[in-house]
């Protein structure tokens, strides 16, 4: 079943999905080629403790770390370790909290140092894609609404969406109803009502849509080993204009002043 959310629990999601935002810029800072992927993960579960809050993701299915941290071919749930980051790599991080019992979900892909162009368009496109798919989720409109959006985005440069791992709900539990598919078609789909909070979170490859599992049990990467980006919002259903309660405006401070 769907929860629908009160003004007041939307508030509450705010908050976890602001501190995201925040930890997420925290993670930026320390992006550079060196830095080992478990050092950024220790840092963003110490910002969150620091804030009262509990990292979303330990502990979810047995999961171990307070991030997922994705390089290149690897789409999602990639585990932090001893691997160091090198420049030219892009790197998806994603981040939950769990604050006052209400979930923030929330996911940027940064490059490390300077990045090939076309693998820099791949990020900037994918990203876009995260804005046309919020755009059309007001009331009245459908999930597939917001697939088709982000699909027949990302298809016009003929990149491809992943069709494995979808966004969801989102509040007291980190995935709730719908499921959010980042592909589909116009009018179809469960009815998008106000009090609806989304996890709207495109997976967009370069090459083919196809992934795989690493021998890890976690790690999703291109059956291609091509690129894939990531980006995630949670927002808020409402009429007229779809309110994004998550932000990439403090990881972007720390982006633009590196
Ligand atoms: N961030 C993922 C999502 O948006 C969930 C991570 S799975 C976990 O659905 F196990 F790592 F928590
Ligand atoms: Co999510």
Redo the contacts with the bound molecule.
Sequence with gaps: MIYYKTEEEIELIRESSLLVGKTLAEVAKLIRPGISTITLDKVAEEYIRDFGAIP???G????K?TL?ISINEQV??GLPGKRKLLEGDIVSI???VLKNDYYG?S?YTFAVGKVKEDVRMLMERTKASLYKGIEIAVVGKRVGDIGHAIQSFVESFRYSVVRD????GLGKN??EKPEVPNYGKRGTGPKLKKGMVL?I?PMINMGTKNVIQEKDG?TIRTSDMKPSAHY?HNVAIRHGETEILSTFKFIEEIIDKK
């Design positions: 979303g993701f330990k979810y299915k047995g999961y770390y997922c999602v749930h994603d981040c939950g979900d996911a791992l979808v966004g969801h980190l995935h996890a979170e976690w995630e």
